[in-house]
């Protein structure tokens, strides 16, 4: 079971317990909407690890393999140091997110800084905090990475990040490799920067090759196909510059399960393709075996988290549709107006009672948008019902906003029947922190 995790639509430990309620992490759901109040985004710590552990031991054939968890998903203090204590190291793509992991007390060593527009300080930011690898994504953030270490006197260990141009079977919105995409060098630009890395810009040193060809990816192909690529551009580069790249980033991208229609690959299938993928590439090309970094952020830490409503008002339209409101939506959730995302979803309080309504569950934000699920089956909803949405651990809380100037949720922890507070639900204080209202106006 544990293998399998990124595909089961539930966190591992959810269980009913006697009095027909649903439990996560021996914790009641009633119980801890009680104490905590809703939203809440419940992280379970069994399944977390678990995902972890199945990413550890799916590659334990390949001895050069690092994981770097892509924070993007989830990025909180005590997710990083899970992630941190189960061996993972960690893909940042800001300074919140690099300020957030170092905090943490992470090896900087563990660290890649990713994206298409870093700033001027956070490139400072990230030499000074000596960080692992840069992944450099176009010429102006080679010149401009360069300078800085020049100016601070070190070095910089890169990767480029490359588009492939593999086209992969997702939304729109979050497929990243195929060719017109704005993320890193095209396949034709690569030699360009690899001369001007030898021979102009000798602050950087190149260590290897970086490309992600999207997100929620079904097809393991589509890791075969990119390997093959970047292990001809090792090839060829060295071919051409003689120098031996002893490093490829795969990205991230390993799809879960958010409905009984999605079907990803395991961890363990993926893992063997990529590893088959990479043994055989290098062996035909002669070429030693690079060490591989994978970049995983949804797999991860999706299935660990839901996140529990209350049930308030309900609208049958004449003729139409039963909308039942919660006390959350698309400012905690924002997927399903973004990209259609589909989502599973259970009553926390009525866990064995018969599924024979049909209703779509709305939001509580002010846009006709605001649904989180579409014409599902529930028992019947009353006031006051506890509604579990699975699968909520990825670009759930990293998305949310404060939309209609509501509050962010809090998180909590749970294992083995225990709860903590990981983040906590924001004030009305903290709503209007950084309001000014300049003098002249008082
Ligand atoms: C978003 C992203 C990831 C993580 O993708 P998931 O689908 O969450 O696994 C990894 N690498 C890069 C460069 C990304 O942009």
Known sequence: MKDNINQLIKPITTTVNSIGHLEIGGCDLVELAKEYKTPLYVIDEATLRGVCKSYREAFSDYEHVKFLYASKALCTSAITKILDDEEFGFDVVSDGELYTVYRTGVDMKKILFNGNNKSVDELKMAIDLEIGRISVDNFLELATLDKIADLKKKKVDILLRITPGIECHTHEYIQTGHLDSKFGFDMMQIDMAVDLIQNQYKNLNLKGLHAHTGSQIFETKVYCDEIEILINELVRIKKKFNIELKEINIGGGLGVRYTIHDNPPSVHDIAASIINSVKTHCEELNYPYPLIYLEPGRSIISTAGTTLYTVGSKKQVPNGRKYVSVDGGM????????????????????????????????????????????EIKMPKLEAGDILCVYNTGAYNYSMSSNYNRTSKPAMVLVNSGQSDIIVNRETLEDIIRNDVIPSRLR
């Open 331 to 374: 400012a905690d959730n924002p997927r399903p107006s973004l990209y259609q995302a589909e989502y599973t979803a259970q009553v926390a309080n009525k866990a064995n009672k018969d599924k024979n309504e049909k209703v779509t569950i709305a939001g509580r934000y002010c846009e006709s948008g605001d649904i989180l699920l579409n």
